[in-house]
């Protein structure tokens, strides 16, 4: 199951260049990467992981530009579960606008103890669900 979340690009969003500033790209996909996760856990709470049962903390993030993009375009973010580890899990992701590829990569989540503060191998039941979205992806 694939996620897609839209967003309109502020002038805020702009760099001197009059385009998307690239720290944007990454704040659009973490938004959709967030949607998506809550309509994949909704018993995840992004600001409360030790309520959730479970912890995931960002780990790592590839961005591939691929087309600027410039004030008030739509971009629609799509991700998607792609692989899965013990202890992570990469979602992918590609931004477009209209049929445009503005931009493509993936970013790495892994299973982590808030209290103990170090990572931990996700949940079976999470692994599971996970492991579900790759083979139906």
């Not at 839209?6 to 959709?32: K, S």
């Not at 477009?96 to 493509?104: H, Q, T």
Request: aromatic residues 10%.
């Amino acid at each position: 199951m694939a996620h897609t979340h839209t967003e309109r690009v502020r002038f805020g969003d702009l760099d001197a260049m009059r385009h998307l500033n690239n720290v944007v790209f990454l704040r659009y996909f973490e938004t959709a990467r967030i949607a998506y996760i809550q309509e994949l856990l909704p018993e995840h709470r992004p600001a409360d992981p030790e309520g959730s049962g479970f912890g995931i903390i960002f780990a790592e993030c590839h961005i591939a530009y691929r087309s600027p993009v410039q004030f008030d375009e739509e971009v629609a973010i799509t991700c998607k579960v792609d692989e899965v580890r013990r202890s992570s899990f990469r979602i992918a992701f590609d931004m477009r606008v209209g049929s445009r590829l503005a931009a493509e990569g993936h970013g790495w989540l892994v299973g982590y103890d808030y209290a103990a503060g170090h990572s931990t191998p996700l949940p079976d039941a999470l692994r599971e669900r996970l492991l579900g979205e790759v083979a139906t992806g």
